[in-house]
């Protein structure tokens, strides 16, 4: 789990500016990816360092639906990107997540990873009064380098909540809290599948969050029992809609594992 600003900004730019010739009109669209609607659709972005993902993978809970995804531009390895959606029925069940996926610094052991500094400044472009959604991102963990998340070889799924709505919560239980970065998280405990999944929750909506995950894995390996050993194979960052609509975009959006 359209008109956009940037078009009405382009339009009020070429009011008032130079006319623009057609060819560097057409190179600056070029720079704008696909609309992704297709349940599983991807896109390669900045060269391959990240991967759009529509990921549409709970939609079959929906009564009715639809969910697009699509990257307007890139800034060295920031990305803005934007994904709309409506989703009705199975209200309990996330329909979506959509993201975008690291693809370069993976399979390092926690104990070898020095920080994970990360910028994520989003928005409700808009939103239904009825929406129950997080925005969050999602690592995973496992013994099998080169694996990835939600797979027969995970072993477990850090959740890091910077929004929750309409009474959204994550799996399992509330076990506590946790002082990471300087803020109080809300710290839950549950099982999917075979892993186990850690989930830290705001305490109140973060739409720009410029920090760093690696404490976040600390705490996990100082309190938690996570073996620091375990190897970071996935990182992603996007939304889980149950119910509603809306369009969550994103304004700037980069991370790295060092």
Partial sequence: MKVFATVFLALALGAVSSPVPNDEREVGLAKRGAVLTAQFATESEINGRFILENNLWGQSAATSGFQSSQVTATNGNAVTWHTTYTWTGGNFQVKSYA?????????????SISSIPTTWQWTYSSASSNLVADVSYDLWLSNVAGSGGASSSSTFEIMVWLSTRGGAGPAGSQIGTASVNGV????????VSTWT??????PNEITNFNSDLKPFLTFLT??????SSQLLVQAQAGTEPFIGSATLTTNSYSISIN
């Fill in 99 to 111: 993201n975008l996926d690291l693809r370069t610094g993976l399979g390092k052991s926690i104990s």
């Fill in 184 to 191: 109080t998280w809300r710290l839950f405990k549950g099982t």
């Fill in 197 to 202: 999944v850690f989930s830290f929750v705001a």
């Fill in 222 to 227: 100082q309190n938690q029992g996570v073996p």
